[in-house]
């Protein structure tokens, strides 16, 4: 069973950064999506970034230019590097990725942005 384990959350004032990290265990390949998501108070759940298993890179469009997804394929982790955060990217981010039809999610990462 793959489990996931997010770290890096944190509070920032507008125009900070953090880094968030997502480390898979208990896989026996590597994944071929990794996602980033993120929930905010009394909104729906909305994609944020996703990284290939051959590095092709999306995003939306909110945190384009200002958020960067990577992923370190030894250690089965995957990153995201958020710049010039906004009051608007408070939300609880969640990492989530596939193994052939077989998604996991983490568990949460809470980020705020407040001045």
């Known amino acids: 069973q793959v489990q996931l384990v997010e770290s890096g959350g944190g509070s920032v004032q507008p125009g900070g950064s953090l880094r968030l990290s997502c480390a898979a265990s208990?896989?026996?390949?590597?994944?071929?999506?990794m996602y980033w998501h993120r929930q905010a108070p009394g909104k729906q759940r909305e994609w944020v970034a996703l990284?290939?298993?051959?590095?092709?890179?999306n995003y939306a469009d909110s945190v384009k230019g200002r958020f960067t997804i990577s992923r370190d394929n030894a250690k089965n982790t995957v990153y995201l590097q958020m710049n010039n955060l906004k009051v608007e990217d408070t939300a609880l981010y969640y990492c989530?990725?596939?193994?052939?039809?077989?998604?996991?999610w983490g568990q949460g990462t809470q980020v705020t942005v407040s001045s």
């Open positions: 208990g896989s026996t390949s590597p994944p071929q999506f």
């Open positions: 990284i290939t298993s051959s590095g092709t890179t």
């Open positions: 989530n990725i596939w193994i052939g039809s077989s998604g996991s």
